[in-house]
């Protein structure tokens, strides 16, 4: 199984930004499509951001639209969530995952997962 984590949650006030981070130490990221999942307390978890192995296929929740952006450092290797305009409905545990062959940004499609990071938007 892949190992990664995730790194760059915290707690900000609306309209506020964070990059969160999922690096892979003993593997090749870039060989993997990457996905950003999100679990509210009580909700299921659901896909936020995917992009496939070549960068080429990204695709974003509804609900974020606009406001976050999933990127590859392959150099790094790294994926990035960069969230600006950060509302209290995205407050979640943010989950990096991956799979071989991207099809679709949800959960049961990805097979490996991080530890989750806490983001918390509140005034």
């Known amino acids: 199984q892949p190992r990664f984590g995730e790194s760059g949650g915290g707690l900000v006030q609306p309209g506020e930004s964070l990059r969160l981070s999922c690096e892979a130490s003993e593997f090749s990221l870039p060989d993997y499509a990457v996905g950003w999942f999100r679990q509210a307390p009580g909700k299921e978890r659901e896909g936020v951001a995917c992009?496939?192995?070549?960068?080429?296929?990204?695709d974003y929740a509804d609900s974020v639209k606009g406001r976050f952006t999933i990127s590859r450092d392959n150099p790094k290797n790294t994926v990035y969530l960069d969230m600006k305009n950060l509302k209290p409905d995205d407050t979640a545990v943010y989950y990096c995952?991956?799979?071989?062959?991207?099809?679709?940004?949800?959960?049961?499609?990805?097979?490996?997962w991080g530890q989750g990071t806490q983001v918390t938007v509140s005034s």
């Open positions: 992009i496939d192995s070549s960068g080429s296929t990204i």
């Open positions: 995952a991956t799979t071989l062959m991207y099809g679709r940004c949800v959960r049961d499609d990805f097979e490996s």
